[in-house]
Every structure is written in C-alpha cells, then in structure tokens.
C-alpha cells in the first residue's frame, strides 16, 4: 500500500517517544459533556450487543452506553493506571502504535474497533488502519470521533496545519486509501450559538465528527 502521508505530514512539535509524554496518567475528560454524549448515543445506534470490542488509543473513561452488554471489550493506550481505571475493559494492553505498527490480534477478531479524539496522534495511519481492516470481522465496523481538541505538540503537522474539514477529510482519505473497507460515512455537528451570545464572548459545544466505515464482505 502506498504511504497516505509525506514524511513532513508525520512530524511533532515534540519528537521525544510518546510513552514518556503519556507517563503519569491523566484522570481528565479531553472534551465535554455534550461530545460525549452524542459518541455514546452514536456507539448505542450502531453497536451491537454480545459483540467484540477494540477501544483503541482509550484511556480511564469509557464512552460506551451502560445499557449495553458485550461479549469482550479490550482496551489499548499508553498508560497503564488509565486503562486499568477504565470500568469496561475486560483487558487492555500498552503499546506505542507509532513505534509498533502490529496490533496484537489474529485476523477477524473483533466486530467493531473504536478509536475517540486520538486519530491525530498517529503518525503511519496507512499501517494502523490497515491493521484495523486485518483484525475486523466481515462487515465488522470502524468508528473514529473526534472534535478540534488535541495535545498541540504530539499532534501531527498535516491535522495541526489543517482546518476542521480538512481534518474531516483526512480521517475519510485514511479509510478510504484502505483496501476493503465501504465508502466512509462522516457524522458531523458542529453545535451553534445566536451570535449576540458568540460576541458576548459564550463558546460553543466540542464539534463532533465521527467517521463510520465497515470491513467489506469480499475483500
């Protein structure tokens, strides 16, 4: 597969090994209320119950709604007190995905693979989603979230130089740039204020973008 990325679109403001950025954990959320709502409604319209779940690139909370049961849900990140905090993972393991481009798992593992507010970290997406398709049952799914919050410095060039919809675009090209998965579908709401209420100096909600793509059948 062709590399999606030039070198330059790859780089950090801080080169220095992820792991030691992600050391001490941080019991944080990274965007609010109302992102997290509509991900978790996003993930009960389009879950499915007793399945196998990838959280990848997870972190303490979980987003996915308490009404729903699952067969297994493992978890992956860069550290351990986080994760082991993370009240719906049954396993989850450490792994820097822009080091080790290998996810640990056989082929055809998992029915659905998430991946929330953490797709502008990754430095060889190409690999990494390419991986995602590997370990995807048929017809199993991929959702990546994500707003327009980021650690600035671990962000890579080409989403730190993009617009919001250029990054929209981005996560669609990694998805589609992937052999065998569907064409991409892109959730997007970006939350509005009346603009006496914007000049008044009141912000608006995190925007939510979600982008949902399945494993092809026949691929």
Not at 27 to 56: A, C, K, M, S, W
Not at 64 to 77: K, N, S, T
Not at 92 to 110: A, E, I, T
Not at 132 to 138: A, D, E, G, Q, V
């Amino acid at each position: 597969m062709l590399a999606i990325l030039r070198p330059q679109d790859r780089t950090k403001l801080d080169p220095s090994d992820d792991r030691n950025f992600y050391a001490f954990p941080r019991f944080v959320t990274h965007v609010d209320e109302g992102f997290i709502q509509q991900l978790t409604d996003l993930y009960r319209d389009r879950l499915q119950p007793n399945t196998r779940i990838l959280d990848l690139m997870s972190s303490w909370i979980s987003h996915l709604p308490d009404d729903l049961d699952f067969e297994q849900v493992e978890g992956h990140g860069l550290n351990s007190e986080e994760l082991a905090k993370n009240p719906r993972l049954d396993r989850y393991w450490v792994q820097n995905l822009n080091q080790d481009l290998h996810l640990p798992y056989p082929d055809c593992s998992f029915d659905a693979i998430l991946n929330c507010v953490s797709v502008q970290y990754l430095q060889y997406p190409d690999a990494i989603f390419s991986e995602i398709h590997r370990i995807l049952k048929p017809e199993g799914m991929v959702i990546v979230s994500f707003s327009n919050r980021m650690f600035y410095q671990k962000a890579i060039q080409v989403w730190r130089d993009s617009t919001e919809q250029g990054r929209v675009n981005l996560v669609k090209h990694y998805l589609q740039s992937t052999p065998g998965f569907s064409q991409p579908e892109i959730v997007i709401n970006v939350s509005a204020i009346p603009p006496l209420l914007k000049l008044m100096g009141f912000p608006g909600g995190d925007p939510f973008y979600a982008a949902i793509a399945y494993r092809q059948k026949q691929d």
